[in-house]
């Protein structure tokens, strides 16, 4: 077994060699793998156990088209060796050669080495040293590739070429710190109780809080912070047939993506179970609100607010960055006939619940909340029965989704679910 070290030879040659150093002065084996594109002037005296030579052609070309690619497809170049990269680095995985990996990038470098390490399963240690992670622009490409994998992200503070006294502690520390993720590794347990997934975030808290008491006896609950983010990872580890079962207690990142919000996940957001064939309990928690922060959009004319009239609604800010508007009676309607739409595409409807709570789809519609508007809520309950195949059960609760009874509704909707996927024997 070794500890995986990637990066450009010809641009990074002093920080691999000290990372490479420390790392086997620790007694580990190291595996050098060499993924330069020809944009370093460095000829390397340090030699790679992987060569870039190699790498392209796993990706399915070779390192002289690579070059030749740079100046006018930069981007088919880059794919090539990520490609190549992802390709090694499981090959070494799979044959127990790998027990965990580090890089130093630039930007272009950054991208090829997430692309390897998104390959790689969850628990495996990764670990990445860049200068390019800060930028608020870059956001958005970061979450693609680290949304769903548990990659450890060290910001390099300033560029990671040549070789100065703040370059020393930048690679030092990283080696460090990627031998001490491999020494302190403890193999992932299998879980003796099914796991089952949970949509969540601060407005359902109390209502998810009731469920997992009602269900940690039997069940292994596993939680996502549905913000955008968490709903791409519990999609990713449901099409790996993770879960037992899905809790969507708030599925409002397709709203948000139907209304422009923040949380927008996109269009299959609700195929989450779509081809899993396990018991999807829905709630409409968020479905009562559009993320659209941070508050200064509303005084610069932003399109999001000026189209959708925002200004005029009621609205909780929660600080600057973070506010929430009610939707409307016209876009519960929307919500309520795209979300029918949708789950009728399940092929087993017996599978799919919808659990309604009646006095508030969050504690911020409940009465006395600042979004309170019962009005709205039933308009998405009409529409969502006018609309929603007679196969999926639509169960209305005379609670608020954060009230106890609410949760019960949900476990007995989960049990009645997990009851009828059990084969029937026959006598």
Known sequence: MAIVIVGMLDEREEALQIIKEQIEKRGHKAILIDMSIGTGAIVSSLKADVTSDEIAHLGGGTIEQIKGLLATERGKATSIVAEG????????????????????AGTTGTFIS????????????????????????????????????????????????????????????????????????????????????LTEFGFCDQGAHYIRKLLEKDYDLISFHATGV??????????????????????????????????????????????????????????????????????KGDLLWTSRKLAERKILIQDAIRVQARTSVEEMEIIAKAVAEKLNQYPNKNLVKFIIPQK??????????????????????????????????????????????????????LKECLKSRRPTVQK
């Open 230 to 299: 968490g709903d791409r990872v519990a999609m990713d580890f449901v099409n790996q047939g993770f879960f037992e079962a899905f809790i969507d207690l708030v599925p409002a990142s397709f709203s948000e993506y139907l209304l422009g919000g923040n949380r927008a996940f996109g269009p299959n957001r609700l195929d989450v179970a779509l081809h899993a064939s396990i018991p999807y309990i829905l709630a409409p928690c968020g479905f009562d609100m559009i993320s659209c922060g941070p508050i200064e959009r509303r005084d």
């Open 360 to 413: 508030g789809f969050s504690s911020l519609s409940a009465k006395g909340g600042v979004l309170y508007d019962p009005i709205a809520d039933k308009a998405f309950v009409e529409v969502l029965r006018k609309n929603l195949n007679a196969g999926i059960k639509i169960i209305e609760v005379n609670t608020d989704i954060n009230n106890p009874h609410f949760a019960q509704a949900i476990v007995e909707a």
């Open 85 to 104: 990269l992802a390709k090694k680095v499981m090959e070494l995985y799979r044959a127990n050669k790998l027990e965990g990996i580090i890089a130093i």
């Open 114 to 197: 997430l692309t390897a390490m998104r390959a790689l399963p969850f628990g495996v240690p990764k670990l990445l040293i860049s200068s390019f992670l800060i930028a608020p622009i870059n956001a958005n490409m970061l979450a693609d590739y680290v949304g769903s994998r548990d990659i450890t992200l060290m910001h390099s503070v300033v560029d990671t070429v040549g070789l100065n006294s703040l370059i020393r502690t930048l690679a030092t520390n990283g080696a460090n710190a990627i031998c001490g993720m491999v020494e302190g590794w403890v193999p992932s347990k299998k879980e003796k109780k099914p796991s089952i997934a």
